[in-house]
Nanobody
Framework: VSLVESGGGEVQSGGSLRLSCVAS????????VAWFRQIPGKKSMGISC????????FYADSVKGRFTISANDAEDTVYLQMTNLNPDDTSTYYC???????????????????????WGQGTQVTVSS
């Protein structure tokens, strides 16, 4: 079982990147797939997730309106389209998959090692000013 993130890189402020999370050995069916980001020495933060049961999504305030999460169920791939990037978005981005919650109304499941079964190795995003 593995999740592999890709698409990170270095961009200037205002630029865009699209991250991909591809599953192998596990399906995204009936799951929540989330993107977290973490800066060394700081706690990881969930920024977006998608419930593959009903397609509902959630975004943290810091990325709302700039990031879009989507899923390709047939390919067990989840994307994170990031636009209007700024230096505060610099981080390592991780995707995780877990059982779908009843609702995302109150946010993405928050506990990385309880709410999610598998994680990828991360992809680095660096935004320069």
């Amino acid at each position: 079982v593995s999740l592999v993130e890709s698409g990170g890189g270095e961009v200037q402020s205002g630029g865009s990147l699209r991250l991909s999370c591809v599953a192998s050995g596990v399906t995204f069916e009936n799951s929540v797939v989330a993107w977290f980001r973490q800066i060394p020495g700081k706690k990881s933060m969930g920024i977006s997730c998608i419930n593959t049961v009903d397609g509902s999504t959630f975004y943290a305030d810091s990325v709302k309106g700039r990031f879009t999460i989507s899923a390709n169920d047939a390919e067990d791939t989840v994307y994170l389209q990031m636009t209007n990037l700024n230096p505060d978005d610099t981080s390592t981005y991780y995707c995780g998959v877990g059982p779908a919650p009843e609702s995302l109304a109150t946010g993405c499941p928050r506990l990385p090692f309880i709410d999610y079964n598998y994680w990828g190795q991360g992809t680095q995003v660096t935004v320069s000013s």
